[in-house]
């Protein structure tokens, strides 16, 4: 903590004093401090649980950097920017990250098919819709008259966590890749951030994985096996997950679409008109992490676990690991454990009606940022 | 910073080469079991005739482990040419089928893409074979019309030690597949081995299979890797270092083929006579031969090195490399725990005196064939 921010903190609440309300600055410095790190499909959990963290009037987004996962990095910061400009948050600046994993890549992946067993889901390898990485197809939302800013998406987020020492959380919903390289690039940006919140990993549950019968297969973590070591291994002075386990409870189901549908809110609009009623259910991956971020109190359980990602180039590559080393009630046992596993908080189930309500609730606003 | 190294190293090369090429001529009955992935009158076909032609060796059996071909092929190989020397006395037994973490051919194609093309494939370049009597293609000297015996290659193998103890002399020349099953099945065995010759590996060069690896050793790693960490009483290996800068010309096939004809020497005129003819200048590597002449003739070793030894199962692009361990600055020979947990000290051979070898290579290859065992 500097002495700007105690400064800051300590104006602020002289100024609720005295004016017996909440000024317009107050206000702004409670906001909580996002980075946001995604991956940008056109459609669905990335762009939807984006738009959440935008909605949330106790957000301030810093900025948006885009990483290669779901969709190449070109195309995914075209879906972002496109989605910013349909639900009236086009001011947020949007940064291209990473275009390519560290390591992994499209022939490992089918070499390792050939030996394992087919995936699921590839993301931006998925052969059904595959185009090389330098191509943006036209979007299904249209294409955006925004442009990215003129700054790495890695630089973008060193220069934003440096800006507010000890207040961003950083927030990722894709691939560990470009905080890989801002780790790379300075090491600090971990201690110096306020938390590591990520949708990520997967443990006990047989579906959901990007293989058809191993959720500990996270998409996220698989797409880019070392940097999530990298990223995971960093000295956060907190790490909270949402994991596969989590997501496989909830769904984009009608009856909310139906609530949606009843709202105006450029949100709202965007969902109803991209995922209309009746056009089947997803899991809502993403969407957690930032409403479990917004109101902790709507996850029911959770553990602290040590986690982590097996990087070895075998039939296990891209597997969460983790030790379970915890006893309720009782302290942490670092000292059982090599220097590079960190705790990490996993959320495992959540009130669904609650989250449900919320979710409606965020998307309905109309006016969300100052 | 290094100034030390070359006299330590030099009086331990020195030392080495005094100590082991010390000559322990073979006695009058070295019994050997040859565990082989048998081709046609090829290297392991040739260290089979050599030691068949030993007066000093009794041959108990030739064992088959897939290698250069599928078992299917090598014991066909193995029956019919043991026929064609009439020597249908000496055993034939099959072992396993596949390498010991299985078959890689399904998948061939994708360790391929990410590791570039393999040189050597032996087996992987061919379609498996239900049966010796049933292969891909008509054998060019035909199909054996005697069978193979019906115990297992490795049960051989322990029933062999164990009735012979401390007499039996194991050439593995082709994948270790048979012997780690064999001591890891039943290591009371161990100890009654007198030695093991191996050919593979490529100990301080590139491999032949891929950059890394030597192709025995790339067929089957883990039980290479077996093998060679068992505390067998000795351990002698010849590397592609040496293997294969040793070349079988038109000139040693002239020699063979102007001896008078026995039935080998008839083999050598039908099989790679029509090589020589088309191409004068053709030539070849005689691998497993080395093994069996240092075995016969130890004095033809004119260097002999040790190393700690171990092979890489990593799967990834060094899958099946050869590291050896040679002493340095902090690790002595004197200290075992200087080089890695398990591994065994082992004999390498790094160069041999040439005239002598090819003279014993001919010469076993052109006496009449020994006709029965001693």
Redesign the interface.
């Known amino acids: 903590m500097t002495h700007r921010t105690v400064l800051l903190g300590t104006l602020a609440v002289i100024a609720t004093l005295l004016t017996g309300g909440i000024s317009p600055a107050a206000q702004a410095q409670a906001r909580k401090r996002v980075f946001i790190d995604q991956d940008g499909a056109a459609l669905g959990t990335d762009m939807i649980s984006t738009l959440a963290m935008l909605q949330s009037p106790d957000v301030e987004v810093l900025g948006i950097t885009v990483t290669a996962g779901d969709a190449w990095v070109k195309a995914g910061t075209a879906h972002m920017l496109r989605m910013l400009e349909l639900t009236g948050h086009g001011d947020v600046p949007v940064a291209a990250g990473a275009a390519f994993p560290l390591i992994n890549s499209r022939?490992?992946a089918?070499?390792?098919?050939?030996?394992y067993g087919e995936f699921s889901y590839k993301g931006a390898w998925n052969p059904s819709r595959y185009h090389e990485p330098t191509v943006v197809p036209t979007p299904p939302t249209g294409e955006t008259t925004l442009k990215p800013i003129d700054l790495h998406g890695a630089l973008f987020m060193i220069q934003q966590i440096r800006k507010y020492p000890g207040e961003v959380t950083l927030w990722v919903g894709g691939p560990f890749t470009s905080v890989a390289l801002a780790l790379g690039l300075d090491p600090e940006i971990a201690s110096l951030a306020k938390e590591l919140v990520l949708m990520g990993a997967g443990f006990n549950v047989d579906g959901g994985g990007n293989h058809r019968i191993n959720g500990r297969r996270e998409f996220n973590w698989w797409w880019d096996p070392e940097a999530t070591r990298i990223a995971m291994s960093a000295p956060w002075k907190r790490i909270v997950i949402t994991p596969v386990d989590i997501s496989v409870k909830t769904s984009l189901g009608d009856d909310v679409k139906r609530r949606l549908a009843a709202s105006s809110s450029p949100a709202a609009q965007f969902i109803t008109r991209y995922h209309p009623v009746g056009q089947g259910a997803g899991y809502m991956w993403d969407e957690i992490s930032v409403l479990a971020f917004l109101d902790p109190s709507l996850i029911t359980r959770q553990q602290q676990l040590f986690v982590n990602i097996d990087i070895s180039?075998?039939a296990g590559y891209g597997q969460t690991i983790f030790v379970e080393d915890v006893v309720p009630g009782t302290p942490i046992r670092p000292r059982t454990m090599p220097s590079w596993w960190r705790v990490a908080t996993v959320q495992w189930d959540l009130n669904l009606p609650k989250f449900y309500d919320h979710f409606v609730e965020l998307m309905s606003r109309t006016r969300a940022r100052q | 910073m290094h100034r030390l190294l070359p006299a330590r190293l030099f009086s331990t090369l020195a030392l080495a080469v005094t100590l082991l090429a010390a000559p322990t001529p073979a006695a009058a009955s070295e019994r050997v079991i040859v565990d082989a992935d048998m081709g046609v009158l090829n290297d392991d076909a040739v260290a089979l005739f050599m030691l068949v032609n030993s007066p000093a060796v009794e041959l108990l059996g030739v064992t088959i482990v897939p290698g250069n071909s599928w078992a299917e092929h090598c014991t066909a190989s193995a029956l019919r040419q043991l026929e064609l020397i009439g020597r249908t006395d000496i055993p034939v037994f099959m072992g396993v089928r596949e390498p010991l973490m299985g078959s890689r051919q399904?998948?061939l194609?994708?360790?391929e893409?990410?590791w570039g093309r393999t040189e050597v494939l032996g087996a992987y370049g061919r379609p498996r074979a239900t049966s010796y009597l049933a292969l891909d293609r008509e054998p060019v000297i035909g199909y054996p019309t005697i069978a193979p015996s019906a115990e297992n290659a490795v049960d051989f193998i322990v029933r062999s030690v164990k009735a012979y103890p401390n007499e039996v002399t194991l050439f593995v020349i082709g994948p270790a597949t048979n012997v780690a099953l064999a001591v890891r099945k039943n290591p009371e065995i161990v100890p009654l081995v007198k030695r093991v010759y191996y050919m593979g590996g490529s100990v301080d060069v590139p491999g032949n299979s891929t950059p890394a690896a030597e192709f025995n050793w790339w067929f089957d790693p883990e039980a290479a890797r077996i093998a060679l960490r068992t505390p067998f009483r000795e351990q002698f290996i010849v590397p592609t270092d040496i293997a294969e800068r040793m070349f079988y010309t038109k000139t040693e096939y002239d020699r063979i083929v102007s001896a008078p004809e026995t039935p080998i020497t008839r083999l050598f005129r039908q099989l790679h006579g029509p090589r020589f003819e088309r191409e004068p200048r053709s030539r070849s590597f005689i691998w497993d031969a080395l093994a069996t002449a240092i075995f016969l003739k130890p004095s033809l070793a004119t260097q002999l090195v040790e190393r700690y030894i171990d092979v890489d199962v990593t799967?990834?692009p060094n899958y099946g490399r050869s590291i050896g361990y040679h002493e340095s600055r902090r690790r002595s020979f004197a200290t075992p725990n200087d080089f890695p947990a398990g591994t065994q000290k082992v004999k390498v051979l790094m160069a041999i005196d040439q005239s002598k070898f090819w003279d014993l290579y001919i010469d076993l290859m052109t006496r009449p064939v020994r006709s029965t065992r001693q």
């Open positions: 022939d490992l089918t070499a390792w098919e050939a030996q180039h075998g | 399904p998948w194609e994708a360790e893409l990410l799967y990834g």
